[in-house]
């Protein structure tokens, strides 16, 4: 119950819940949140988790995640869960769901990859091979990405 309490404190916006320890940074940064000072953020790292061992949380005010948020989520968090806050209460949740392929989330970290040609635009299409532990190939070369850098490299 503390563990609510510590993380229910906004009026509205989102509550990213379970992220890895460690990796709460590099959530605010695929939000976009970094680059928009505008919103404000808490942030809660090392916290004790049954689930995961520790856990970062993370309080995002006046913007709700949609589901292309939660489809980039799912590279850094996928046990991460989502709770919508509306006027002080738990207005939805949502769970970060990894589906089979992931589309224009992230850049193919190989530079002879065909996706590199510019002038020949094409979406960028990763396929999920496992979840558990997360591997991704591009769809046109056929590598598997290093998830490290595929974090980089999302869009
Ligand atoms: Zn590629």
Same mark, same amino acid.
């Given at each position: ?8 404190? @906004? &009026? /509205?916006?989102? +509550? ?13 940064? #695929? ?53 919508? @806050? &509306? /006027?002080?209460? +738990? ?13 224009? #989330? ?50």
């Amino acid at each position: 119950m503390t563990e609510m309490r510590r993380v229910t404190a @906004i &009026r /509205n916006g989102t +509550v990213v819940d379970h992220i890895p320890s460690g990796y709460a940074m590099q959530v605010i940064r #695929i939000l976009g949140i970094d680059a928009d000072r505008a919103t404000p953020v808490s942030l809660v790292m090392n916290v004790p988790s049954d689930k995961i061992g520790r856990k970062d949380v993370l309080k995002i005010e006046d913007r709700e995640l949609d589901q292309e948020d939660l489809d980039r989520l799912a590279l850094i968090a996928p046990a991460a869960s989502i709770a919508i @806050i &509306r /006027n002080h209460a +738990v207005a939805e949740k949502m769970k970060v769901e990894l589906g089979d392929g992931l589309v224009n #989330i992230a850049r193919c970290s190989f530079s002879n990859c065909i996706t590199k040609n510019n002038r020949e635009p094409l979406p960028q299409r990763m396929r999920v091979v496992s979840r558990d532990p997360l591997e991704v190939r591009c769809y046109y070369c056929g590598r598997d990405q290093e998830i490290d850098e595929l974090i980089g490299n999302i869009i």
